[in-house]
């Protein structure tokens, strides 16, 4: 009897949140019929799209109390209502979700009221006839039970009215990734924009500086050529030297346009060479990839493994895996060398992992260290951070970054890929 006093009691507040909703649901029929007759009348259609937002409120608490009640979500699908003015007054307009609110809306007038006002009614009786049924006969309750049955009705009406058709569904979906993909390429271009002024800067200070440096020690060789041979010979050392010096800054420049090493060796060669370059005891573990030599050979002593093919002369077969595209490889590329440089410089660690994973639909990349942790994610996170973010999202991949205070940090990248 105390279990069932209890339930009935939870179920009781439950209903009574739920007049409390259609009351709200009365007003916004008010407001509802107020924004129209503006709208109509074309006064106040900017109150339009706000006044559908406070509807979807009102929607998303009863999604979040009905999936409080039943244990499962209720989902919903909107379309963003963003842009300019008479934007979002056509979208709010025709928005399918819009039209499910206002009938949920209109019905919790009447079942989310009636049941209430059912479970009041039920309380007496319950207490007289259950009180008996269980003090004297010892029986389970049977009134107390019903309340708690309006409450689960009332939760499956709102689920039903609530719940977007598949068509809205498959609509607010698809205009969530239009969203998403006119993010990712805003920071696309804002990120190739900032690499092509890195790269006019490393050409401007550098490359540049020193070719016009190597055109005056020629001229100036050249003039002195006659009159003073040994001077002249002395400018044609500097002119060499520093035409090998621009040829290192050239080099330099075109390392951070694409790496040759990715050409020449391929992903897993070129984050070994990362590796072994960082100062940190990195190691690299390779799943489905392998190295590859000039030409596309494999490296000696790299084994790729191939199901079913048995190894040659009781060795391991050599068998070159296929790349992932040159973007891939870069994006993947340049995430580990960011990765590693973070972790040299910022973490305090010493060791540090990195593995590549080569997955049916995708390239995978997770970097490890034992630092002090700390890094921060999203926009705030550091310019480092912020362009390995976007030139991963230029390719529709996905970033996670686990970092917390103590350490360890992990940063592990997902890149779709057609192998």
């Avoid at 075109?254 to 940190?280: F, Y």
């Avoid at 030139?391 to 592990?412: F, K, N, Q, Y």
Wanted: a positive charge; proline letters at 7%.
């Amino acid at each position: 009897m105390r279990d069932a006093i209890k339930e009935s009691g939870r179920a009781s507040l439950h209903l009574l949140s739920g007049a409390a909703i259609a009351i709200l649901c009365y007003l916004m029929i008010g407001v509802a019929l107020f924004t129209a007759f503006l709208t109509v009348t074309v006064i106040g259609a900017g109150v339009l799209p706000e006044s559908v937002l406070l509807l979807r409120r009102l929607a998303g608490r009863e999604r979040r109390r009905t999936a409080a009640r039943t244990g499962t979500p209720v989902p919903e699908a909107y379309l963003p209502l963003e842009g300019p003015l008479p934007a979002r007054v056509r979208t709010a307009v025709t928005d399918p979700g819009t039209g499910r609110d206002l009938i949920w809306a209109a019905a919790q007038l009447l079942y989310g009221m009636g049941v209430w006002f059912a479970s009041l009614v039920l309380w007496p009786p319950a207490l007289l006839v259950d009180g008996v049924v269980t003090g004297l006969a010892g029986r389970p309750p049977v009134v107390l039970p019903l309340i708690g049955r309006l409450a689960d009705l009332g939760a499956e009406w709102s689920r039903a009215l609530l719940t977007p058709t598949p068509a809205a569904a498959r609509a607010a979906v698809l205009a969530a990734r239009v969203e998403e993909l006119t993010a990712t390429r805003a920071g696309a271009i804002a990120a190739h924009g900032a690499e092509l002024r890195r790269i006019e800067r490393d050409l401007h200070d550098g490359t540049q500086a020193r070719l016009v440096a190597l055109s005056m020690r020629i001229g100036l060789a050249k003039r002195a050529y006659d009159s003073d041979p040994v001077a002249a010979r002395k400018l044609l050392d500097d002119a060499q030297t520093q035409a090998e010096e621009a040829l290192a800054e050239l080099r330099h420049v075109v390392r951070g346009i694409h790496p040759p090493i990715l050409t020449d060796r391929g992903l897993t060669g070129a984050v070994r060479a990362l590796a072994a370059s960082s100062g940190l005891e990195v190691e690299v573990s390779v799943t489905g990839l392998a190295d590859h030599a000039p030409g596309g050979r494999p490296e000696p002593g790299v084994a790729a493994h191939t199901p079913g093919r048995r190894p040659e002369h009781g060795g391991t077969a050599r068998v070159a895996a296929p790349r992932a595209p040159a973007a891939v490889e870069a994006a993947a590329y340049f995430v580990v060398a960011e990765a590693l440089t973070n972790a040299a410089k910022h973490s305090g660690a010493t060791r540090a992992s990195v593995a590549l994973i080569r997955e049916p639909t995708a390239l995978r990349a997770r970097v490890a260290d034992e630092g002090r942790g700390g890094a921060e994610a999203g926009e705030s996170g550091g310019s480092g951070l912020v362009g390995m973010r976007r030139r991963v999202a230029a390719l529709d991949g996905t970033v996670r970054l686990t970092s917390p205070v103590g350490g360890p940090t992990v940063i592990e990248v997902e890149l779709p890929c057609v192998w």
